[in-house]
């Protein structure tokens, strides 16, 4: 697939998935409502970014439809942080501490080896590889998230993070058009992950999938290719095994701790390095809650690369659904415009009559008249139309490249698994 901009607005087949809405819709305020939640994660600090997230999702989407939101903290929220959101959103709004038993080392691991792991990484200049906090994260959102009880009631969930940014109006509801499609995840861009915060990481999960006897459906081979045999000193050796990061665990008696796996016996497969960027997801929750995702979560949890390594939840996500999923429970929300830091994904405006005329909204929480104005006026107009394209009054930002047309981009992999191109 060539870089740049025609494979944006290149047709995917249908076989599997397809665009819930082409252009914009009269959103339907009035309209039936999922059992959903926009779910942020924040600490006080980071108050700034997330008022740039939630006035971003309330203009593109939740002015419409007002589902509530659910902002979960390691720490305790003060008064300035909730009284400020309060003030940014219309809709109900819960607040939540993190306990101990979801957000740091269990019992099971010798924290002074699994910060010595982490301190390493960081020796080592890997991405986030030597903060705590960020290890802590990722296993949070890997395994906790769905557990704790302000999310309980609910069926779905919408992650939103601090510093991010919608470009098109969503005049839709993404949570009742997955209902309706039986559909499991969705995702807006897919990305290579760096391969030294994860080297071991397809070990795991690839031996979750045999020892389950568990068949791909389909979606697994977005995520693995066929291994080459590499050619070293070190592995001619037959009994040579690269060392694994269960060297963490101090497993305790009467603990089971993880079978032994063959580094060489995955079936003749290697990891891509590609996921669904988590950071953006609308997921079932009763996935997560699922045995089989939870059996999953715990191997790849005692195996001790949520330390010893820096295992990111996007890459456990998509690896989980590749065990356990099928393309046709995936939905690819290309008609949605997004970018958290410097990688965006930005569709084309769909052409024809699809495009509808935008009603104002004016900001309060901007106390300059003038500003008000100005901030909501950027947003009357929008980018030229396309053939094939699907966006709803998209307007990108122009300082980056989109991310399916940069090397890391996995789009390619989900079109093959998606059921290839569109011939026509």
């Known amino acids: 697939m060539p870089a740049g901009a025609p494979p944006l607005i290149r047709k995917i087949s249908e076989k ?24 942020v994660l924040a600490r006080n600090q980071e108050l700034e970014g997330v008022i740039q997230s939630i006035k971003s999702m309330e203009r593109h ?94 069926d779905w969930y919408w992650r939103v993070e601090p510093d991010i940014k919608y470009f098109c109006d969503m005049t839709y509801d993404p949570f009742i058009h997955m209902i309706r499609a039986n559909k499991t995840y969705g995702f807006t861009i897919a ?69 032994d796996i063959d580094p060489e016996a995955m079936e003749g497969e290697v990891y891509n390095m590609c996921h669904f960027w988590s950071n953006f997801e609308i997921a079932r929750l009763d996935w997560f809650r699922s045995k089989e995702y939870n059996d999953f979560f715990d191997m790849m949890d005692r195996s001790g690369g949520f330390w010893m390594e820096r295992w990111g939840d996007a890459p456990i996500h998509s690896l989980a659904a590749g065990a356990l999923l099928a393309p046709k429970d995936i939905h690819y929300f290309r008609d949605i415009g997004y970018r958290h830091t410097t990688i965006q994904h930005c569709p084309a405006n769909a052409p024809g009559n699809r495009q509808l005329a935008r009603k104002p909204f004016l900001e309060m929480t901007t106390q300059d008249e003038k500003k008000r ?8 107009t929008w980018d030229s139309v396309k053939e094939n394209g699907v966006g709803c009054r998209c307007k990108c930002d122009t300082d980056i490249v989109d991310v399916e047309g940069k090397q890391g981009s996995c789009l390619a992999q989900w079109v093959d698994v998606a059921g290839g191109w569109a011939s026509a």
Not at 16 to 39: I, M, S, W, Y
Not at 373 to 380: A, N, R, V
Request: some cysteine; aromatic content about 14%; glycine content about 6%.
């Open 61 to 154: 989407f939740n002015r419409w439809f007002h589902y509530p939101y659910v902002f979960l903290n390691d720490g305790d929220f003060n008064s300035t942080f909730k009284e400020t959101i309060l003030n940014h959103t219309s809709s109900p709004v819960e607040f939540g501490k993190v306990e101990p038993s979801m957000w740091g080392y269990p019992d099971w691991v010798n924290a002074d080896v699994a910060r010595e792991g982490i301190r390493k990484q960081g020796d080592k200049a890997i991405m986030y590889g030597g903060m705590e906090s960020y290890h802590h994260m990722c296993r949070f959102y890997s395994g906790f998230f769905y557990k704790h009880e302000l999310l309980e009631k609910y």
């Open 373 to 380: 104005k100005e901030e909501d006026e950027y947003w009357e």
């Open 191 to 259: 990305v290579k992950e760096l391969k030294e915060t994860v080297p071991n990481i397809f070990r795991y999960a690839s031996a979750y999938k045999r020892m389950n006897n568990l068949t791909s459906q389909g979606l697994w081979e977005m995520f693995a290719e066929p291994a080459e045999v590499p050619k070293s000193p070190a592995t001619e050796d037959p009994k040579y095994k690269a060392p694994l990061p269960e060297e963490i665990l101090s497993t305790e008696s009467g603990q089971r701790g993880l079978p």
């Open 16 to 39: 599997h998935d397809k665009v819930f809405v082409t252009g914009c819709l009269e959103p339907q305020t009035n309209g039936e409502r999922a059992n959903a939640a926009l779910v």
